[in-house]
């Protein structure tokens, strides 16, 4: 399938081609492909006969579930935009993004319709709401159970009416509608076409088959687990799945993802930077505490053999004669058995993305056999815009352009690109398009880099975060945080500071996923995160990342000043986006006084 069809022939595709070969897995539940289409065409016939119009909105306000992605397709089968909410959203955040989607009916789980019912006299575009696992839903509200029920009657009679609608659907057509997860000021509505996702993955599916490790086709597994409202979950679950007629299993609570994936053993996997630590953190805290001293000295040989072997792979050298004679004993005495154990003994792809990985934790993956595929891009470029190479990966590097994208860096060092995955602009927001992608088509991603003689790209900064400290000097905070951060499995989010300041310093958070285990661990006791900060041993583990940080950075890098707070940083909470990158405007704003204090 090239650019220039449609998602809705991959359906036509897997229901005919491989009608039998399990599409979505969520729970109990499991549907084939053929029967995927099925009910996706019986939810387009249901929208159809509530009076949805081609080109016209469908709001999904639900879980990582297998109804999200079928009403996904059964919206655009009926000629409709699909437009996924994030399960975080406040009251009024949902109103905004509801209304400048201009969603005419929105089906939305049932914890969730409360909030609908709130906001509903501040949508005047919204002409009906659908309900999931409510039996008896008030007045006004339609069952989507029932509304599908009776459309599967009477699909096979109406199937061209459907057929019709699916049919106003092109290349060009909109995909659907991903709302920035706001770091800064209201969401921006992003257009996303059906020729532009299919750019990029039949760019991934060149890359893999140029690293010798082509995508399999209609036998493979993957997981859906985070927010279908961010693309690059869209792309690696629910998109590529379309492509490869791959199974999806559905992870209805993300915190239940580790556990699951033994279970599912993903071929492909898509990990935000925070699951990849967390999994490499996870593995060094069992090495360290091993009840025999020989399983622990096993255990932290076979870390720091398996960081020595994918250093050496990343800089493309041999490794050294220690790490030569250990690796290939060590592969089959731990690394196989760590990859069963954490379910990714068949992946074939495995990415990350959103924010920078460490070294270490690239390294490490890479050493007992997952090499992560570093993406770059934002929502804007359709998820990505540079991959790394399968097979040549370089070390601080994101890799190379997608085929077909251009690549440039401005007089300025800023990141520009052009292609044809690139976005046609905002919905409603004619001046940020004209803001963001310029006359010859060239968007301005924000971010600033650099490219070396073979094309690799390498991210050296955010523009507009850009710490200017008092001496002129510019510090990208994001290195700074990701250097202490990543030093310890005990911290999670760090918020860096230093604009006109003479030195800089750090507020310093545990993490939300771990902080409990890393204190039981070492017969800490603590209640709340709040009693944790107190103890002297937690107080000395994030000093002592303070100062491994600070050593892997410039001496105007480092921090100088910083705080460990009592607070745990989440998304729910407000600090973390719900792909878990700090929104800096709201922990700046939050916790100016912490700062103040730090200088004074």
């Known amino acids: 399938m090239t650019g220039s069809g449609t998602l809705l022939q991959l359906i036509d595709r ?10 979505t897995v969520d729970g109990d539940s499991r549907l084939t492909w053929a029967q995927y289409r099925a009910r996706a065409r019986a939810i387009a016939l249901a929208l159809l006969d509530l009076g949805v119009r081609p080109g016209e909105v469908v709001g999904l306000h639900m879980i990582n579930r297998a109804e999200h992605v079928q009403a996904d397709i059964g919206a655009l089968l009926a ?49 009906h709401l659908v309900v999931l696992d409510q039996q008896d839903p008030p007045e006004g509200v339609r069952r989507f159970d029932q509304l599908i029920e009776a459309a599967e009657s009477g699909v096979e009679q109406r199937g ?49 088959e140029e690293g010798g490790s082509p995508l399999p086709l209609a036998d493979a597994s993957a997981m859906s687990y985070l927010p279908l409202a961010h693309i690059a979950e869209r792309m690696f679950s629910h998109y ?26 993903p071929h492909v996997f898509l990990g935000v930077p925070r699951i990849w630590e967390k999994i490499y953190g996870t593995i060094r805290e069992r090495a360290s505490t091993e009840s025999s001293p020989v399983k622990r000295t096993l255990a932290a040989t076979a870390i720091d053999v398996a960081k020595a072997y994918g250093q050496a792979r990343m800089e493309q050298r041999s490794p050294d004669l220690r790490t030569r004679l250990l690796h290939p004993v060590l592969e089959k005495l731990a690394y196989q058995k ?58 601080g590097s994101v890799g190379k352009p997608m085929p077909g994208v251009d690549l440039r860096i401005a007089a300025d060092g800023e990141i520009i690109a052009r292609g044809p995955n690139i976005t046609p602009g905002y919905l409603n927001r004619p001046e940020a398009t004209a803001e963001a992608i310029d006359a010859d088509g060239w968007l301005h991603t924000g971010d600033l880099g650099s490219i070396d003689a073979d094309g690799y790209l390498f991210i050296t900064g955010r523009k507009k975060e850009l710490i200017i400290n008092a001496a002129g000097k510019n510090i990208s905070p994001a290195n700074v945080e990701l250097a202490v951060s990543s030093a310890s ?10 604009d006109n300041r003479p030195y800089l ?15 039981k661990t070492r017969g800490i006791t603590a209640e709340t995160a709040a009693e944790a900060v107190e103890n002297p041993d937690v107080i000395a583990e994030a000093n002592r990342a303070v100062e491994a940080g600070n050593a892997r950075l410039a001496r105007v890098e480092q921090v100088k000043r910083w705080t460990l707070l009592p607070d745990v940083w989440d998304s729910t909470t407000g600090e973390l986006t719900p792909t878990l990158k700090l929104k800096r405007p709201v922990v700046t704003e939050r916790y100016q006084a912490d700062v103040d204090k730090l200088y004074s």
């Open 240 to 265: 590529l799945a379309l492509r490869q007629a791959s199974t999806v299993t559905y992870i209805r609570d993300y915190r239940q993802m580790a556990s699951q994936l033994p279970v599912v053993r």
């Open 338 to 395: 760590i990859r069963a154990a954490l379910g990714m003994d068949r992946v074939v792809m495995s990415a990350s993305g959103a924010a920078p990985l460490s070294n270490e934790v690239l390294t490490f993956f890479l050493g007992i056999g997952i090499p992560i595929t570093e993406a770059y891009g934002m929502t804007e470029t359709s998820a990505v815009l540079t991959a790394t190479p399968v097979g040549a990966p370089r070390l």
């Open 505 to 519: 310093v750090a507020l310093l958070t545990l993490d939300p996923m771990s902080w409990q285990d890393w204190c």
């Open 489 to 498: 499995d005990l911290l999670g989010p760090v918020y860096v500071y230093g």
């Open 14 to 23: 897997n229901a005919t081609e491989y009608g039998d070969v399990p599409a």
């Open 160 to 208: 061209a009416e459907v057929d019709a609608a699916s049919a106003t659907v092109g290349p060009d057509s909109v995909l659907t509608i991903v709302y920035t997860s706001g770091t800064t000021g209201h969401p921006k509505g992003t257009i996303i076409t059906h020729g532009g996702v299919l750019h990029v993955m039949n760019g991934f599916s060149a890359r893999s």
């Open 79 to 127: 000629g409709a935009t699909p437009t996924s909410y994030y399960q975080t959203l406040a009251a009024d955040q949902l109103a905004y993004v509801a209304r400048d989607s201009a969603a005419v009916v929105a089906i939305v789980d049932a914890d969730q319709l409360p909030l609908w019912l709130e906001i509903r006299d501040q949508l005047p575009d919204l002409r």
